[in-house]
């Protein structure tokens, strides 16, 4: 299905040969002596060198001697010892290190004596001792003794940057790794350099915050450069960085040793980009995420959310026993024997399969897996919707969705492998986003697309310019929630828009927040089509791309194939062995509830789905449901409605793939082993009870049967959507358009449990054009916005420049939960009443 | 040269007559043979004469050698505060893998050691410890040494991982117990070049205010003896 890494380009280099330490080595012209170095295996040691970011060369521990030749070609060498990280290889230049030549030794030991002058030395009380390239280089090439015997510098410590960042600015060794990725990687430019000389320190502006713009941190924070309050998603790969314990987080602060951790590669969970992460754990129990790398997906770097959000498994409603509902009406521990039985009985009686008169009345099952599951998970999902409950409501979609969604990406996502990859977004002459907010919605998508500022063109398609847009310089085009699909057909040919997008490798990216647009989809394929532009759908949720590929979608089979195709249900019946599929069209998410509420169902099967994300009332449809079986990892409000709960492991218990928006296989081994099984392995055991073997037992089972499916034929295939853009209806006056997205740390249920990142969150406003507030009279700062339910959301007011009539809201921070509260999507009229 | 020597200098003589086989053991006279079945009594005779040797435990305890590697303490600074501040080297340094510390911070209302890290869990588990003492060695604070008491045997496998407060030393005269603020205006250096000598009036007030009850304020010290 995907490629595991990108093409190679073959172009000629033009290299250059020198001569390291005797050793002939020959590197592409423009190369820095400390890579070539490294290409021979000389190690040199170094502190502010990163291969990811811009040569510094601050702190001089990587000295070396150099002689270069001349005009006349006569090899000469230089007065004094040169920074090797900063100066570019030339041909027949011979370097020496502090292998061979004693100059360079000195100055390597003279500068390591001067950084450990000021250092407190204090590695046992700090969390870097172990790890710490200061501490191993001072060993390796430093002096036996130190010759300082006065007192240091002190500073007061540790410094809150943010509620997760801790500055300690006695153990900085200036080596501005951290500043420059807040400037190069991040744009969240927040500490530099301050005072000169002994008194050189890493800080931030002590000056008056300026004015309030919205993006503020929930928790304490240091204000940034600007003078506003720091805060950033990207903030905790500086920790990683800093090769001292200068910068620290929160949440690891004095928890343990590096020869205490078990380390495991990993996949994270929280977003869809497949981030490759290493999971550190201690007896069980997970004490810190940090990056690894992966240049052709995260490079080194991931959002705070991969790296501190992972406390939600660990807590104390982790469920470890299947629990079954008693005739008390009570939630008792079940073995799984018992509960498996249990939980047969009732599908089996609600699927209509027990074999007696009943099964005529029975009226079916639906099943909500959610959107955070591997592809593994997502395929036993469906198949046991398909074979063992003989329906084909399923839809891992809990989230905004619709159709015309469905058919876009059966048509142009699912089963079409490797699509547009990082690197091509990050080489993309032009980009254009629509419905999609790269730095609140993408993480580490917007990293790459930062990494290509000042070259690529970055158009938006959205109500305001968010902070993460302004961010990459993109260029609005001003959108009213519901008229995106207006936007893209307004990009005719001979516009500037259109002309951008018609340049070679230029990308069109949609975020599932499109769905909620009629006709946008439709849109965006026929604009691809206009321009030439590739498309790339980038969901939230880790699990959706995978379980596109896996068919869990009501209209959609494994591999992109079409439920609704006669040919494509035979083909994975022949596969499967079974003598059919379900013909009749599944329902999706939304209308499984409303079936579910309305009684038109006897049962639900129910993954990880969050009530309180979901506009359509979950709760209800639960709570008037004959049976529910809920697969969770915690105890979650499902668990109050559902009769039978097994417990599933978490990503991180658990051997799976997740394919990432790209359609790469993001494989991920079990990082912590307990008796935790995953969703494919409960629902295996539930259907063997219902008398169905689904082969889906293990992640190689499913990985045989979805390499034999293969991807869709030709004819195989959904037909691409070809809606028409709704017209815009005239709403009260007091009615404005609700626009909304999740922002990155938020409420959401894989952050529970972590206040250091919750901190670190942006607190929640309301966003007006001015013009919008003026009319609607906002007093005191604050408006009251009310949708479909009683209940309605009160919020402070931040004036924006923006489309006029529209309202927008965080989707699901502190005190702004949208879909709960509002119950209403993106693109909904709400009524907003300012102030009291 | 002792007699066995001499047994060792016969057979490496005979070792090149292999063709005779002859008994290792040394050969007496006639004299010799006659006392051969009593031989054995001397020995005993021998013994009734010499100093007893057997040490009458647990009835009578013997104290060990001033070094002797006993059980572990965590000491503490004269003014109370524990001197460990859970950097696990103790762990690190550890072979047999019997140490188990996991760290904290130290808040304004919880101060257990000097500076920005205590021990907030410290275990040892004497089924593993071999008393080897590297941990002594590795300690950066001198908060972990060992003491002489050697009883060390219990019941079960779970009393025999000794807990924090199981090794923390005694608070002795004048000592405060943690956790109280540091003495004020010193950091953590202070501590360790040992400057600090006893607990002043600031952190006796801290304690009175937030632990009035605390056994270990001059007040309720002076009741306890009162009492006693």
């Known amino acids: 299905m995907t490629s595991t890494a990108d093409t190679a380009t073959s172009e000629a280099v033009e290299t250059v040969t020198l001569t390291i330490d005797g050793t002939e080595v020959t590197v592409p012209k423009g190369t820095l002596i400390i890579r070539a170095a490294e290409q021979v295996g000389i190690d040199i040691p170094r502190f502010c060198d990163h291969p990811l970011l811009a040569p510094a060369g601050a702190c001089r521990q990587c000295l070396v001697d150099v002689a270069a030749p001349d005009r006349e070609g006569n090899v000469r060498a230089f007065p004094k010892p040169q920074a090797s990280c900063t100066m570019q290889a030339m041909d027949g230049m011979i370097v020496n290190t502090q292998h061979t030549s004693d100059d360079a030794k000195r100055a390597q030991e003279g500068v390591m004596e001067l950084l450990l002058i000021n250092h407190p030395l204090d590695c046992p009380v700090c969390d870097k001792g172990g790890e710490c390239p200061l501490q191993n280089q001072a060993l390796s090439h430093g002096r036996p003794e130190s010759r300082f015997i006065d007192v240091k510098r002190v500073f007061e410590k540790p410094l809150a940057l943010s509620s997760e960042i801790l500055l300690d600015r006695e153990r900085c060794v200036l080596c501005q790794r951290c500043t420059r990725f807040s400037k190069e990687i991040a744009g969240d430019a927040f500490i530099d350099l301050q005072n000169r000389g002994a008194m050189q320190q890493i800080g931030t502006f002590n000056e008056e915050v300026l004015n309030f713009d919205g993006y503020e941190p929930i928790g304490v924070a240091a204000e940034d450069e600007s003078g506003k309050a720091f805060s950033s998603y990207y903030s905790g790969n500086t920790v990683q960085i800093c090769p001292v314990g200068a910068l620290t987080s929160a949440a690891y602060r004095f928890r343990s040793r590096p020869f205490d951790l078990v380390s495991a590669p990993g996949i994270s969970e929280h977003d869809s980009s497949g981030a490759a992460i290493r999971t550190d754990h201690r007896r069980g129990k997970i004490l810190r995420r940090l990056s690894d790398n992966d240049p052709v997906v995260n490079e080194e770097w991931i959002t705070d959310k991969d790296r501190f959000a992972f406390a939600w498994q660990n807590l104390s409603d982790r469920l470890t026993r299947p629990l079954v509902r008693g005739e008390d009406g009570e939630l008792h521990e079940a073995s799984w024997p018992a509960a498996i039985a249990r939980a047969a009985e009732g599908l089996r009686a609600a699927a209509g399969r027990t074999g007696t008169a009943a099964d005529k009345k029975a009226k079916g099952v639906g099943v909500l897996p959610g959107g955070r599951i591997t592809l593994e998970d997502a395929y036993a999902y469906q198949k046991f919707a398909r074979v063992a409950l003989g329906t084909n409501d399923i839809d891992t979609r809990t989230r905004i969705s619709s159709d015309e969604e469905q058919a876009f990406l059966g048509a142009a996502v699912a089963g079409t492998g490797l699509g547009v990859t990082f690197s091509d977004l990050e080489k993309a002459p032009a980009v254009l986003l629509a419905g999609f907010e790269p730095e609140d919605e993408g993480g580490v998508v917007f990293l790459r697309l930062r990494k290509s500022w000042g070259t690529q063109q970055v158009l938006t398609v959205a109500p305001f310019l968010s902070r993460g847009a302004e961010k990459l310089s993109a260029t609005l085009i001003e959108t009213v929630p519901g008229a995106e699909a207006a936007a893209l057909a307004a990009i005719k040919a001979g516009t500037e828009t259109a002309d951008a997008l018609g340049q070679d490798g230029a990308v069109i990216v949609l975020g599932e927040r499109l769905a909620g647009s009629p006709g946008a989809l439709s849109e965006a394929l026929r604009l691809a089509k206009r321009t030439g532009a590739r498309l790339a759908w980038i969901p939230r949720r880790a699990g959706e791309r995978g379980a596109l590929e896996a068919g869990a979608l009501p209209g959609l089979l494994p591999g992109g194939r079409d439920a609704a195709s006669a040919s494509a249900r035979q083909a994975v019946a022949d596969a499967w062995g079974v003598d059919g599929l379900p013909e009749t069209d599944g329902r999706d998410a939304d209308a499984i509830i409303a079936a579910a509420a309305a009684r038109q169902l006897d049962a639900l099967v129910v993954g990880g789905v969050t009530p309180s994300d979901l506009t359509a009332d979950l709760r209800k449809a639960l709570d008037r449901v004959g049976f529910v079986v809920s697969l969770e990892v915690r105890r979650t409000e499902v668990a109050q409605y559902a009769d039978v709960v097994l417990p599933v492991a978490p990503p991180s218990e658990k051997p799976g793939t997740f394919v990432n928006w790209e359609g790469r296989l993001r494989g991920f081994a079990t990082a912590i082993r307990t008796d935790a099984i995953s969703d494919h392995r409960a629902l295996d055991f539930l259907a063997r009870e219902l008398g169905v073997d689904l082969k889906v037992g293990t992640v190689s089972d499913v990985n045989e049967q979805l390499a034999a499916l293969g991807a869709a034929g030709k004819g195989e295939r959904v037909k691409a959507p070809t809606a028409k853009a709704a017209k815009a209806s005239a709403g009260a006056s007091d009615e404005l358009v609700l626009a909304s997205w999740h922002l990155l740390v938020d409420e959401g249920a894989l952050q529970d449990g972590e206040p250091y990142l919750a901190g670190t969150g942006r607190t929640a406003v309301a966003r007006l054009s001015q013009a919008t507030a003026e009319r609607i009279g906002v007093k005191d700062g604050v408006v009251t916005v009310s949708g479909e339910r009683r209940s309605s959301i009160e919020l402070p007011v931040v004036i924006t420049p923006m489309a006029d009539g529209v309202v927008w809201l965080p989707a699901k921070s502190p005190g702004s939960w949208v879909a709960q509260e509002l119950g209403v999507e993106p693109g909904a009229r709400v009524s907003v009443k300012g102030g009291i | ?228």
């Open chain 2, 1 to 228: 040269m002792s007699e066995s020597d001499d047994v060792w200098k016969v057979n490496r003589e005979r070792d090149g007559e292999a063709q005779r086989f002859e008994s290792n053991f040394p050969q007496y006279g006639p004299v010799g043979r006659a006392f051969a079945p009593v031989a054995g009594f001397g020995v005993t005779l021998r013994n009734f004469f010499r100093p007893t040797v057997t040490e009458q435990y647990p009835d009578k305890k013997t104290p060990a050698m001033p070094r002797y590697h006993g059980r572990h303490q965590l000491n503490r600074y004269a003014d109370g505060l524990e001197k460990c501040i859970g950097c696990e080297l103790c762990a690190w340094a550890c072979p047999a893998d019997a140490i188990y510390v996991e760290a904290d911070s130290n808040t304004e209302d919880k101060q257990y050691s000097p500076g920005e890290r205590y021990g907030r869990v410290y275990q040892i588990n004497y089924l593993r410890c071999i008393f080897c003492g590297l941990c002594i060695e590795a300690c950066p604070t001198r908060a972990l040494t060992m003491t002489n008491e050697y009883e060390l045997a219990g019941p079960t496998r779970e009393g025999l991982i000794y807990e924090k407060q199981d090794l923390l030393a005694p608070l002795e005269d004048g000592m405060l117990q943690a956790p109280h603020p540091m003495v004020p205006g010193t950091v953590d250096d202070d501590y360790y070049k040992g400057d600090v000598t006893k607990v002043v009036k600031e952190q006796t007030e801290w304690v009175r205010e937030h632990r009035p009850e605390d056994p270990t304020l001059p007040e309720n010290q002076k009741q306890e003896a009162g009492r006693g």
